[in-house]
T-cell receptor
């Protein structure tokens, strides 16, 4: 299957700083990328959907100014958590889809804000 | 609207015995259905998918699932559980465009040696 690489896998940051998470499709062009948040022992919560070259579409309740999503190319999307706080600590997962019906998922990023 | 219900939040089986993870869906059209597996602190890996055609779908690692339209089900099975199968499993349905994915709440599979 296609490969989606997410980086970093783990990050610890201080409260008030910003963190950028990258999601790359390595062997296909991702026309659509998705960003999810997963709380411990819970399912995935869709945060936003981004199409290359367009502004991301955020789900209700997700602060677009806090979670900045950029999808500048067909192989790269980034999620920036701005002014992070401890309650932003979570597991963030991206997925990407191209011409197939299924989405391929990144390995996830464990964010800890201290 | 689409939705997915995973009937069991936890399933525990002995190594070498069959696995059954249940999933029911709701969809206003013919759905695309998927099963993903997630190991601790990892991303999701596609096990198998159903779009059209044969209703019995074979996936990786010996898993298979059967699409039953009359029962609106897509249960995941494996004849013989292995220790490495212990993980979280998600049943997913997508909308017609393939741009929205609806996740079940997950089933945690424990395999007892």
């Amino acid at each position: 299957g296609a490969v989606v690489s997410q980086h970093p896998s783990r990050v610890i940051c201080k409260s008030g700083t910003s963190v950028k998470i990258e999601c790359r499709s390595l062997d296909f062009q991702a026309t659509t990328m998705f960003w999810y948040r997963q709380f411990p022992k819970k399912s995935l919560m869709l945060m936003a959907t981004s199409n290359e070259g367009s502004k991301a579409t955020y789900e209700q309740g997700v602060e677009k100014d806090k979670f900045l999503i950029n999808h500048a190319s067909l192989t790269l999307s980034t999620l920036t958590v701005t002014s992070a706080h401890p309650e932003d600590s979570s597991f963030y997962i991206c997925s990407a889809r191209g011409i197939w019906t299924e989405a391929f998922f990144g390995q996830g990023t464990r964010l800890t804000v201290v | 609207a689409q939705s997915v219900t995973q009937l069991d939040s936890h399933v525990s089986v002995s190594e070498g015995t069959p696995v059954l993870l249940r999933c029911n869906y709701s969809s206003s059209y013919s759905p695309s259905l998927f099963w993903y597996v997630q190991h601790p602190n990892k991303g999701l890996q596609l096990l198998l998918k159903y779009t059209t055609g044969a209703t019995l779908v074979k996936g990786i690692n010996g898993f298979e699932a059967e699409f039953k339209k009359s029962e609106t089900s897509f249960h995941l099975t494996k004849p013989s559980a292995h220790m490495s199968d212990a993980a979280e499993y998600f049943c997913v349905v997508s909308d017609q465009s393939g741009n929205q994915f609806y996740f079940g709440t997950g089933t945690s599979l424990t395999v007892i040696p």
